[in-house]
């Protein structure tokens, strides 16, 4: 069975300067994209690990001959690329049903043109039964957290992996709303 090549990873703050250089390979870099962290192999023990206090980022690419991550910033959520985050940011701030809707838009925006390094083409190319279990995983780390502001990160986490499981199987989000709406009266 052939290893797989071990390739330099340069992590990158969000002005381009080189925070740390670490060791990277393809099972590295697959689930650092499934789990939205980093995961590097460890110079000394060959052993895949998560970086330092499991530092999420916008996006991590295989180069030619190396690997590249892009942090986030302080300000950024490590729910959303780069440029989800950037299309986000744009609508002024609106109700949640807007923000829904919007959030609905970019995952619809990302299932239609597939842009590589975002975690929400990973999800799309990785089929309908990942989803459903990577769905299933935020549902458990939900009702897991403990501490308020845990439970408010996981359960946007959850509401995401929804949007994007309604998207994969062609519900609209407003049929839940819809739902929801019923329930209310």
Not at 54 to 78: C, H, M, R, V
């Amino acid at each position: 069975m052939e290893r797989d090549a071990i390739l330099p990873l340069i992590l990158k703050d969000e002005k381009g300067t080189i925070v740390d250089v670490l060791l990277e390979s393809e099972k590295g870099h697959r689930k650092s994209i499934e789990q939205r962290i980093i995961w590097h192999v460890h110079k000394d023990t060959g052993r895949l690990l998560p970086y330092r206090e499991q530092t999420p980022f916008k996006e991590i690419l295989k180069k030619s001959g190396w690997y590249e991550a892009l942090l986030f910033s302080n300000q950024d959520t490590p729910t959303e690329s780069a440029e989800e985050s950037e299309e986000l940011s744009e609508a002024p701030e609106t109700s949640g049903a807007d923000t829904l809707g919007r959030l609905a838009r970019v995952i619809r925006q990302r299932r239609i043109n597939l842009p590589e390094g975002s975690y929400t083409t990973h999800l799309f190319t990785s089929g309908e039964e990942k989803i459903r279990k990577k769905t299933g995983e935020e549902a458990v780390e939900l009702i897991l957290a403990r501490e308020p502001g845990e439970i408010v990160y996981e359960a946007a986490d959850l509401i995401y992996h929804m949007l994007v499981l309604l998207e994969s199987l062609g519900i609209d989000y407003s049929a839940v709303l819809a739902e929801l709406d019923k329930r209310s009266r």
